[in-house]
């Protein structure tokens, strides 16, 4: 079965960290730009974290930049999201997403609303409240 799965999501007090995983299955990940994203309920979804199929180059919005750092190992054909200095602005759904044709990272994060990927996860729930 091809898929990815996310895992790692959870509740975190502001100022502290959690590590997303999306691990791949059915299909290897080092050929595939990857994207992290996350959505709150009435809101479009945002790209937060993406990293390259070619040189592993990443990209972060402002809004992250800093605090979020993307990474994959191919030996586990996964690709993780290490967050720190959690905020509640950043409580959201998170998903990955992976892409085989997309050659920017830029393209990987801002172009998911208009472009029909190859695989998004199923979304893991991180909350960050005291």
């Known amino acids: 079965q091809l898929q990815l799965v996310e895992s790692g999501g959870g509740l975190v007090q502001p100022g502290g960290s959690l590590r997303l995983s999306c691990a791949a299955s059915?299909?290897?990940?080092?050929?595939?730009?990857i994207g992290w994203f996350r959505q709150v309920p009435g809101k479009e979804r945002e790209g937060v974290s993406c990293?390259?199929?070619?040189?592993?180059?990443?990209y972060y919005p402002e809004s992250v930049k800093g605090r979020f750092t993307i990474s994959r190992d191919n030996t586990k054909n996964t690709v993780y999201l290490q967050m720190n200095s959690l905020k509640p602005e950043d409580t959201a759904v998170y998903y990955c997403?992976?892409?085989?044709?997309?050659?920017?990272?830029?393209?990987?994060?801002?172009?998911?609303?208009?472009?029909?990927?190859?695989?998004w996860g199923q979304g893991t729930q991180v909350t960050v409240s005291s």
């Open positions: 997403a992976a892409d085989s044709i997309i050659t920017t990272v830029q393209a990987m994060c801002l172009g998911h609303r208009v472009l029909a990927y190859d695989y």
């Open positions: 059915g299909f290897t990940l080092d050929h595939y730009a």
């Open positions: 990293i390259s199929r070619s040189d592993d180059s990443t």
